[in-house]
């Protein structure tokens, strides 16, 4: 382990160190020590944390290099309230930031973070959000089946309650993977015409009914629950959105640094990073010779890098992680297309 990963891991300020150690007792950073080697961290950096979370991250890239400023940004009003006493602790090394992560052009610009030295992405929803019953994202509690990150717009409960049956097993197959599909939005639509769905455990139970799962397996409920909760946040919109705005605000050998939890968001950073890179093939055979963009990034390992079996062990919730990392070129960002994508 480097010598910045160790500062890191042990705060060396002591009101910051008691706001990790209470971050720390809600959720756990996955693959830490990994993301702080890979940011190769330098004093005067200034660095996004774009899932800021219970503050993990942030935390640790305070204290591992002296005089490093970070900009933190988090959609979840609860973690901007409770990030607070880390944001004291930081003396002014912090600034939290209400807001989704495919803002961060917008947010770096008014925050003074552009151009940035790093940017550190952690996606998907974390533990607090998952152990509060009241926020219904998990199927694991008994509660309203809400799963809105920001607390407003549509909920889960929403979507099932008035989803047409065709867009619902759709909704189900392409964002949870589900083979199960159609027939859990087809128990969804018969279950909701004698009584709407409410709660966490009405949805749980129904679909534990339909999809049959060994007994060594998954939750029977993980994908639809996943897939609900990906289409109510627009979580995969965001991470796109996200790394586009990195590639127009990073530095020259700015690193961006992606932790992701499913295949679909994994997917997404490869397939970005490759073309963004020019490791993907030629489009055609007969586009002429110099057609193909400037790379914008740089690989830095061609595999994900996987956790240890020993974080594993001690933090199961890291077990499907994967950390894809690429370096900033000098090359300028690539214009957006209509659809926001580049």
Same mark, same amino acid.
């Given at each position: 382990m480097s010598a910045v990963v160790s500062r890191a891991l042990m705060p060396s300020?002591?009101?910051?160190?008691?706001?990790?150690?209470?971050?720390?007792?809600?959720?756990?950073?996955?693959?830490?020590?990994e993301v702080l080697a890979e940011l190769a961290l330098q004093s005067g950096d200034r660095?996004?944390?774009?899932?800021?979370?219970?503050?993990?991250?942030?935390?640790?890239?305070?204290?591992?290099?002296?005089?490093?400023?970070?900009?933190?940004?988090?959609?979840?009003?609860?973690?901007?309230?409770?990030?607070? +006493?880390?944001?004291?602790?930081?003396?002014?090394r912090l600034k939290l930031v209400e807001g989704r992560f495919g803002d961060i052009a917008s947010l770096a610009e008014a925050h003074g973070f552009k151009p940035a030295d790093a940017i550190v992405l952690d996606i998907g929803v974390s533990s607090m959000q998952l152990d509060d019953a009241a926020r219904g994202f998990s199927f694991r509690f008994d509660g309203p089946l809400d799963m809105r990150m920001e607390?407003?717009?549509?909920?889960?409960?929403?979507l099932v309650n008035t989803m047409d049956e065709t867009a619902l097993a759709d909704l189900i197959y392409t964002y949870g993977e589900e083979r199960r599909s159609r027939a859990v939005a087809r128990a969804i639509v018969a279950m909701r015409r004698e009584t709407p769905f409410e709660t966490t455990k009405q949805l749980t139970d129904l679909v534990a009914r339909v999809v049959h799962m060994p007994r060594d397996a998954i939750h029977p409920a993980t994908r639809t629950f996943q897939a609900l909760r990906i289409a109510v946040n627009d979580e995969l919109g965001e991470l796109e959105r996200a790394l586009d705005a990195a590639e127009e605000i990073l530095d020259e050998g700015g690193r961006l640094a992606v932790v992701t939890f499913h295949s679909l968001e994994d997917r997404i950073v490869k397939r970005f990073i490759a073309e963004r890179a020019g490791d993907t093939p030629d489009p055609s055979r007969h586009m002429p010779m110099g057609a193909r963009p400037a790379a914008t990034f740089e690989t830095l390992q061609r595999k994900p890098i996987d956790p240890s079996a020993e974080e594993i062990a001690e933090n199961p919730r890291a077990r499907s992680a994967r950390l894809r990392v690429a370096r900033r070129t000098a090359a300028?960002?690539?214009? +957006?297309?209509?659809?926001?994508?580049?």
């Open positions: 300020f002591p009101a910051l160190s008691d706001a990790v150690r209470n971050g720390a007792s809600r959720h756990r950073p996955v693959m830490l020590a660095v996004i944390d774009g899932t800021f979370g219970a503050g993990g991250y942030s935390a640790a890239i305070l204290n591992a290099v002296p005089d490093i400023h970070v900009m933190a940004i988090d959609r979840d009003p609860n973690a901007i309230r409770d990030g607070a +006493a880390l944001v004291d602790a930081a003396e002014g607390q407003e717009g549509p909920s889960a409960a929403e300028p960002a690539r214009v +957006a297309s209509p659809k926001g994508r580049r």
